[in-house]
């Protein structure tokens, strides 16, 4: 069974800094690896998504980076800003155990927030 | 574009009855609709997948008789929550895959439900 997790659990910084934020998985044979922030109360919004094939991707002050082999993954923010205040999902796509090729098996996230 | 509307998003029911919740595809046709549930400060867990036209499919130790799915039509389906009980008490979110991005998912924002 996939299982994913999220380190910290909880990151408190003030802004401006940069950030980094840990994902682990424990099946490797995954399709792909994505990054969603959640607002309270809200749904997802997908931020970052990477392919198994990939190494890492970019989207403006974001960048993911993905190590297959290890079962990690990073989501790196630059000069953070308060309205980066969320949690930070990962899930992961696919795997040996039997999950279909549209499931996504979510670890538990990160409260991120961003001190002014 | 892409958008899943999801009502209501927040509810509040009595112990015993039942709670419908409804998620639209706006711009999009969602032949596919995924239904998670996510409990305090807990990753998002898949409840069940349903298939325009077709019967769900409901993951492990969800109670299909309790968690009713319809997906009636290409833009609309509905879970409901019957004979609820304070422990369905939880965010419900769905999600469709995302037409135009491959792997890609779009999320309803969810309902918060309460059961007293």
Same mark, same amino acid.
């Given at each position: 069974?996939?299982? /994913?997790?999220?380190? +910290?659990?909880?990151?408190? /910084? +003030?802004?401006g800094e940069n950030l980094v934020l840990n994902c682990s998985f424990t099946d490797s044979a995954i399709y792909n690896l994505q990054w969603f922030r959640q607002d309270p109360g809200k749904g997802l919004t997908s931020l970052l998504l990477i392919q198994s094939s990939q190494r890492e991707q970019t989207s403006g002050r974001l960048n993911a980076s993905l190590d297959k082999s290890s079962g990690r993954s990073t989501l790196y923010i630059a000069a953070s800003q308060p309205g980066d205040s969320a949690t930070y999902l990962c899930a992961v796509q696919g795997g040996h155990s039997g999950a279909g090729s549209y499931q996504l098996t979510f670890g538990k996230g990160t409260k991120l927030s961003v001190i002014p | 574009g892409a958008v899943v509307s999801q009502h209501p998003s927040r509810v509040i029911c009595k112990s015993g009855t039942s709670v419908k919740i409804e998620c639209r595809s706006l711009d999009f046709q969602a032949t596919t609709m995924f239904w998670y549930r996510q409990f305090p400060k807990q990753s998002l867990m898949l409840m069940a997948t349903s298939n325009e036209g077709s019967k769900a499919t409901y993951e492990q130790g969800v109670e299909k008789d309790k968690f009713l799915i319809n997906h009636a039509s290409l833009t609309l389906s509905t879970l409901t929550v019957t004979s609820a009980h304070p422990e369905d008490s939880s965010f419900y979110i769905c999600s469709a895959p995302h037409p135009l991005q491959t792997y890609g998912y779009t999320f309803g924002s969810g309902t918060r439900l309460t059961v007293v």
């Open positions: 069974k996939q299982e /994913v997790t999220q380190i +910290p659990a909880a990151l408190s /910084v +003030p802004e | -």
